[in-house]
Structures are given as C-alpha cells and as structure tokens.
C-alpha cells in the first residue's frame, strides 16, 4: 500500500517562495510518474485538479505553463521525498496541493496541503 504525506504549504506575501514536501512509503513497484496537482478554492471534485508538475520513469519532467520558470519539481535519491519549490508565487497559486503517484496497481493522492497566496 502506498502512502503520500505532503507538508510545507502555508500562507505566503506575492513574490514570495515556499517548497512542498512529500513524503513515499510502501511498494515503489511499476512507479510510471510523480507529480503535484493543484485543486483551486472552490473546486469540489478530484477531477477538477491540475497537473503542474511531473516526474516521469524516466527522469523526464513537465510542468504546467503557468509556473514555467517559477516552480521546480525534484526528489532525492531514494525517490520516496518528492519537493515543488515554488518562487515568484501569485495570488493564482493559491490552492490545496496533492502529491500524486501513478504505478501499474494505481493512482495515489496524498491528503493535500494548502497554499495561500496573498496579494
């Protein structure tokens, strides 16, 4: 069973930099991706949430074009910590953000952290 604990979120002025964490445990197995996803205030559903940023089996990494060259996806050597840095954050970051994990058994969302920009 995989478990996803994020942490670092917070509230933070415009301009402002945060880094999310997150934390794998259990069978990393046929892990196809990692990735954050953001779910904007007042979006009730899991599908409403949007990929910002990935790590790929293969190294390979995407991010939303919205934080292109403000945010940075990475993980450590054991690939169970998985970071967003987050720089030059505005009041449209704000949201609840998920660490995701895609393997052949299935999906896996953490219980999210909030991001709170202020203007």
């Known amino acids: 069973q995989v478990q996803l604990v994020e942490s670092g979120g917070g509230l933070v002025q415009t301009g402002g930099s945060l880094r999310l964490s997150c934390e794998i445990s259990g069978s990393m197995n046929g892990v196809h991706v990692v990735g954050w996803y953001r779910q904007d205030p007042g979006a009730q559903r899991e599908m409403q949430r949007e990929?910002?940023?990935?790590?790929?089996?293969?190294?390979?990494?995407n991010y939303a074009d919205s934080v292109k060259g403000r945010f940075t996806i990475s993980r450590d050597s054991t690939k169970r910590q998985l970071f967003l840095h987050m720089n030059s954050l505005k009041p449209e970051d704000t949201g609840v953000y998920y660490c995701?994990?895609?393997?052949?058994?299935?999906?896996?969302w953490g219980q999210g952290t909030q991001v709170t920009v202020s203007s």
């Open positions: 995701s994990l895609v393997s052949y058994v299935g999906n896996y």
């Open positions: 990929i910002i940023a990935s790590i790929h089996s293969d190294g390979s990494t």
